[in-house]
């Protein structure tokens, strides 16, 4: 007689049957469904064609094993060489409210799998994999997926990122594969293309609405995430941590667990799905005193002097950004012994002496006078080989054969495996933080990985993270990898904010804080105002565009304010003002994401109640008119009252507007939640590169002005 054991969250159900024998198999993996009455695989599934006489289904639990033709879950091999298949024994199984367990043991190998699944605050799943030799010889692990999961015969599209320096995030979406889709990274870090992650989106499944599934994994390097087609119809989604040959090789009773799998199933589209990563990423953070504080303003020397600074360059930069409203200061790179430029310095974290004769203890204290936090920049997995560090060390980069690989901004990657390494990058961090009141430090790792160090490289990172954490606990650390190239679940136990991109580009900020958003919630994602002409393109946007875009993460400042026009100056300082009043909304909260008539973008962020509508323009329109924007989660309040606050556009030539857009400001407007849901708001007329802003409140209110639905 089968057995059913369910694990449900507040919108997914996960079905597993267990037969006679001790086996699982998974039944459903989506919407939320009612298991009772279901009738067992063995009187549902039919006889097949060119099949084995004995039927092994290919939804098992533990995939790969005899009679599976699936993709493989576990693969292990002796040290001989020899690949050894699985024929597990049945499963024990450990079921509670809000969480599986899974355990079978291979009796001729000893090799013991566990799978344990878990329901995370927000309705993610949390999937976990181990195996541990309970055998008397040694076994090779050359794979093991976090989560192995069948999808719906009815999925219909995969969404996807790739990415380069300069240029993250770029979202692709493919049909579903026939054969095997794979995304795969093999540079050492998670890489520009974002987090390793993908959305499986079901049939007619858009932003609010259809099933949609999203898996990312909590991991910072190399990684794989696979959908296969099988002939029975339907595909199989896995993600693991990539591991090198030979690399984890268990003695007995030694143990390899996976890092975790963060699953969202949703029925309310992508924005579902969103939301689900947004909750469990939310619960992996590690915020000093144990809760999020407002996100301070930033200013960042980099784009404003780059290697050019001194004690007096920096406090006229400060000053500039405290007249403003900024409210942290982070001096970038250049502050440390024999660092003028990019090819000397890397891991002699001491103060130039040349640059800052009395140290940086009397700048941070001056800052601090200012009302600013002081922050400060370091790299500390990389060294250059013009450095003290690795003339004293050679042997502490990364290297094969004891041979260092080849430079990349004139720099070699520290060896994270070696305990020596970890622990002197460790001691001179301390020393710093122990000496300079340094509240924040921005974690630069400006290359890839060649030659690779593997998992332990990752481990290693995370483990200098970790005992730095222990010992400065209210040190904020920013994550930045060449921009995105490390922005990531892994990272985020870490990290309390990433750099996005060291593109600051307004318009090239819109598909990637997008991009960003898939995985990872706004309060976590840094987007500076920048320079115009932006440094990375070329390309000229208004102030307030700049700032518009910015004001949706975490905003920070890359430019002196000192050296733009006044206008410009006053309206940077206006929208830093605005960012502080309505942080509450734009962080912590709830997103959603959406898309209007005409190439228009919006972005929604705040509580059930009250939300800011960002509504954003990149192209110039090319309708005459702009359509109503329809706002399907408005249907969730009777009645809302519209409040127009900013228009983010270039302030020459604006164009003509209707007339119930004038009083807006100080004069809400209310609407029906079904009107804006089904019919529409009705958008300003917008010109390239320009973003409306509005105010959505719930209220009770009868509509007052009929005509401004019309």
Request: charged content about 20%.
């Amino acid at each position: 007689m089968s057995k059913f054991h369910v694990l449900h969250s507040h919108e997914a159900s996960l079905v597993v049957e267990q037969g006679e024998d001790g086996s699982l198999i998974w039944r459903h993996c989506g919407a939320r469904v009612d298991p009772d009455g279901i009738v067992p695989l063995a009187d549902a599934r039919g006889p097949a064609s060119f099949s084995l006489d004995c039927d092994v289904p290919p939804m098992g639990v533990l995939p790969g094993g005899i009679g599976s033709f699936g993709p493989s879950a576990l693969a292990l091999r002796g040290t001989d060489g020899v690949a050894l298949t699985l024929a597990h024994g049945p499963f024990e199984v450990i079921a509670d409210e809000g969480s599986l367990e899974f355990t079978a043991t291979d009796p001729a190998s000893g090799a013991c799998f566990r799978q344990e699944i878990a329901v995370l605050e927000g309705g993610a799943f949390r999937f976990v994999a181990e195996v541990r030799n309970d055998g008397s010889e040694p076994l090779v692990v050359d794979s093991l997926a976090s989560v192995t999961l069948p999808l719906p015969a009815q999925s219909r599209q995969l969404v996807s990122w790739r990415g380069r320096h300069n240029a993250e995030l770029v979202e692709c979406i493919e049909v579903m594969p026939q054969h095997r889709w794979e995304r795969r990274t093999r540079r050492g870090i998670s890489g520009h293309g974002g987090p390793p992650g993908v959305y499986v989106l079901g049939e007619d499944a858009g932003w609010h609405s259809g099933l949609a599934i999203a898996a990312q994994l909590v991991w910072s390097g190399d990684s794989s995430l696979a959908v296969e087609r099988d002939d029975e119809g339907f595909w199989t989604i896995s993600a693991r941590a990539s591991l090198a040959g030979g690399e984890i090789v268990l003695a007995p009773g030694k143990v390899y667990r996976t890092p975790a799998a963060l699953v969202a199933i949703s029925s309310r589209g992508r924005n579902g799905a969103m939301a689900q990563q947004h909750g469990a990423v939310r619960g992996l953070m590690n915020w000093p005193s144990g809760e999020m504080r407002p996100r301070p303003v930033h200013l960042n020397s980099w784009e404003a002097c780059y290697f050019d600074h001194n004690h007096a360059r920096i406090m006229q930069l400060a000053k500039a950004g405290a007249d403003i409203g900024i409210e942290r200061f982070v001096l970038d790179d250049g502050w440390f012994k024999g660092r003028r430029d990019d090819t000397a310095g890397l891991g002699d974290w001491e103060v130039d002496r040349a640059i800052y004769p009395d140290g940086l203890v009397p700048l941070a204290q001056e800052i601090e006078q200012l009302g600013l936090e002081f922050g400060l920049w370091v790299e500390p997995e990389m060294i250059n080989p013009d450095s003290d560090l690795y003339r004293a060390h050679p042997d502490w980069a990364l290297a094969q054969r004891g041979t260092a690989g080849p430079t990349a901004r004139n720099q070699l990657v520290l060896d994270m495996r070696k305990p020596k390494v970890r622990d002197h990058l460790f001691e001179r961090l301390d020393a710093i933080l122990r000496e300079v009141p340094v509240g924040y430090l921005k974690w630069d790792h400006n290359r890839d990985h060649t030659p690779s160090g593997g998992t332990a490289q990752t481990l290693g990172t995370y483990d200098l993270l970790q005992r730095l954490r222990a010992a400065h606990p209210a040190v904020e650390i920013e994550g930045c990898a060449g921009g995105g190239g490390r922005s990531d679940a892994g990272m985020a136990q870490y990290v309390h904010r990433f750099w996005t991109s060291d593109t600051i580009d307004g318009v090239s900020r819109v598909t990637m804080q997008r991009g960003f958003l898939a995985f990872l919630p706004p309060e976590i994602m840094g987007s500076h105002v920048g320079a115009s002409p932006a440094h990375a393109t070329g390309r000229s946007q208004s102030m307030a565009f700049r700032c518009a875009m910015a004001a949706m993460g975490h905003l920070g400042v890359e430019l002196d304010p000192a050296s733009v026009p006044e206008t410009d100056r006053i309206e940077l300082a206006e929208w830093i003002a605005f960012y502080k009043q309505w942080r509450d909304l734009l962080h912590g909260q709830q997103v959603m994401l959406g898309t209007g008539s005409d190439g228009l973008v919006w972005q929604a962020q705040g509580n059930a109640e009250r939300k800011l509508l960002f509504c954003i323009r990149t192209d110039p329109p090319q309708d005459r008119r702009p359509q109503p924007l329809t706002l399907p989660f408005a249907a969730q309040q009777d009645r809302w009252n519209v409040s127009l606050l900013k228009i983010a556009e270039t302030p020459e030539h604006q164009p003509p507007r209707a007339n119930m857009f004038a009083p807006l400001p100080s004069k809400p407007v209310p609407l029906s939640g079904s009107w804006l849901a089904e019919a529409g708001l009705p958008i300003p007329a917008m010109k390239a590169e320009s973003v409306a802003v509005f105010l959505l409140e719930a209220s009770t209110l009868p509509t007052k002005n009929s005509k401004a639905c019309q």
